[in-house]
């Protein structure tokens, strides 16, 4: 025992002290039991008697035996009163320092101000109850800390100046013989302890090592066990991302349909991930770092905050902090909890990276499952197929206008006229394409589509013609509209936005758990991730590599032209930007370049509703096979299609009609207000819209007849 934790125990008029069980403590109380209330000096002889007493062999070995029977404190505290008692309790120092204000009381008197302190007098044990030390003469409003610890009270007794001497060789020759025992129970206790700690960990650790399957799911363990071995109300945890942004999308167990993000450094939990130190804070609303925001947006009360930082090991780093709130056995986080939330931590941080590098190899197998399929289905592009087409020099007809129909030509025209739209935009020029790796690569984009009844090649010709022609008759690199690299990587994306694309939307593959879905679900747009990973490894092909004269960063500038482009092909992805879309004008256009290649794509791909009525009809036929086809698919797994899907409930012409109206006519009414040449394209969407009414008509007049 320190002279400051003394000077503590023995009290002053001024203040006292709690004393906080952070480590499991053996304390004492010695009484002296006399029938006489004074102790004077005339009393020297008895004491004496009393010293000799307690220092008789019989006395000492009984006492150790006792002492060695027990490793509870409060037991221990026990036998001791019961070998050493004396009328008067005073504090004594153990040690030879000289205590101030010492005070002397009567025992009764003593023991009637402890019994409203703790919950019995002294010798007592309450199993939840960490006893405060204080003055016993300020009793009065002591406040009484709840905890599973275990801890005694200690009571030091002082004499006057002149037995003072006496009383201490007593005490003193009393711990001679029973100090040892009392620090080995000490050390079994703690023993105990951090033996019941590491039990609870290894059963986290199985618990939480039987989830590294589902990552989501992991999270949610590591929540609720670490609430259940703090003793938390609440838990929330945070993963720090490839943007060195905190992310949870997971709070106390439950999912939240929106993630929150907080910036490295901002907040606790924020300062926690930047320095990987742990915050213990007992008074959040004091704590300059807490945000008092969510409390008030929630209704929930922030007392105490333990924020711990999870490390995925000594390479990796701080991956994730978890955030505790209000201790519900106490006031605050102690130390033992500050100990038993960093030992959980790695358990936690092993799991989660376990769970990462898991998951990174479920989607290297489906990689290598699609890479597998992919080589089965397509073939390599013979040579003589590209010489065939380079040394072909049939006149083509006039492709260059908005009125031609790409539909109209068969596919070996089709591939002359994919390369000679390369050739009239000066791309083969300015960014040094060769005209044989050109070649390849055109054939082997339309290799790589399948032969489904819409999403195939003549699908994928027709859009990259319609991107064609806005970019040759709307001047858009001639007007410093869009740079040479957007206008290439936007005739790209023409071509392979639909790459081996199945005939399946994005929610067949997410309902039915399909390869893709497995691989690209979790970022959505599924179909359009795929068809971005087919384009990019057409692109790295050696053979197929038409970027290769672009140096290292404009390569990285048009991959990621080509990424933004084929994503927006996905209809969610164009309708969450509309609204910001519809602002564009021929003023800001140039200030909005993403926006706007984002409705010139999305109007490629929906070309098909601006032309003749006869291609719209049949391009219909088309669609409408693909989407029953798909629904009788569903309907043979019991599952309930949607109306464009089910052949039997359908009426095309009004779902075509209800497509013009809420897709089509808004989209090229933009691209008509930014560029008044495409209004045109109003009138046949007009046209065509008349037409399917008239359907509509008929097949009512018939149905009556």
Known sequence: MSVSEQKKISGSSSSYSEFEAETPTVLTTINFNNQDNEADDDDDEKLNKKINMISEPSKILELIENLSSTTNSIELQIIINNHVSSSDIRQISLKNETLNNGTCENKNELEKHFSQVVEGVVGTYTNTLIYCIKNPLLVHGMHKIKSKSTIALLVCIAGDETQRKNYELCIQETFKYSIGHLLTSVELFEEKRVRGQCQNLLRVAKHLLGKIGDLGELLKGVMQEAKNITNAERCSLFLIDDNGELVSKVFDGNDSSEEVRIEMGKGIAGYVAQTGK???????????????????????????????????????????????????????????????????????????????????????????????????????????????????????????????????????????????????????????????????????????????????????????????????????????????????????????????????????????????????????????????????????????????????????????????????????????????????????????????????????????QVKSWETVHNVAELVYAEFFAQGDLEKQMGLRPEIMNDRQKACIPRLQIEFLDSVITPTFEILAQIFPETNAFLDQITINRNHWEQLITKDEHNSME
């Open 278 to 608: 742990l915050l213990n804070i007992r008074n959040a609303y004091n704590h300059p770092l807490f945000y008092k925001g969510v409390d008030e947006a929630t209704g929930f009360k922030t007392n105490s905050l333990l924020c711990f930082p999870i490390c995925g090991g000594p390479d990796e780093g701080v991956i994730g902090v978890a955030q505790l709130c209000n201790k519900l056995d106490g006031n605050h986080f102690d130390k033992c909890d500050e100990e038993t939330a960093t030992a959980f931590s790695v358990y936690c941080g092993i799991s989660i990276m376990h769970a990462l590098v898991h998951r990174q190899v479920q989607k290297a197998e489906a990689r290598y499952k699609l890479s597998q399929e992919l080589l089965l289905y397509h073939m390599k592009v013979p040579d003589v197929d590209i010489q065939s087409l380079l040394n072909d020099t049939t006149p083509l007809p006039n492709f260059s206008s908005f009125n031609f129909c790409p539909r109209s030509v068969d596919d070996h025209t089709s591939i002359r006229i994919s390369l000679k739209m390369f050739e009239n935009l000066n791309f083969c020029k300015r960014f040094h394409i060769r005209r044989p790796k050109l070649a390849r690569f055109i054939l082997t984009v339309e290799k790589g589509y399948r032969d489904t009844p819409y999403h195939n090649w003549h699908h994928a010709f027709s859009v990259a013609h319609f991107a064609y022609c806005l970019l040759y008759n709307l001047k858009l690199m001639e007007r410093d509209i869009l740079s040479p690299l957007q206008a290439l990587s936007f005739l790209v994306a023409g071509f392979c936005h639909d790459l081996d694309h199945r005939g399946m939307s994005n929610s067949y593959m997410a309902q039915t758990g399909s390869p893709l879905a497995r691989l690209y679900s979790s970022e959505g747009s599924v179909n359009e991730r795929h068809h971005l990973s087919q384009a990019i490894c057409i692109l790295n092909d050696s053979s197929s590599k038409i970027l290769d004269g672009l140096t290292t960063e404009e390569f990285k500038e048009c991959i990621d032209y080509l990424r933004d482009l084929i994503l927006d092909t996905d209809l969610a992805n164009h309708f969450r930007k509309l609204n910001d879309i519809k602002k564009l004008n021929s003023d800001n256009v140039k200030e909005n370049q993403e926006l706007l290649m984002s409705l010139l794509i999305t109007c490629c791909d929906l070309n098909d």
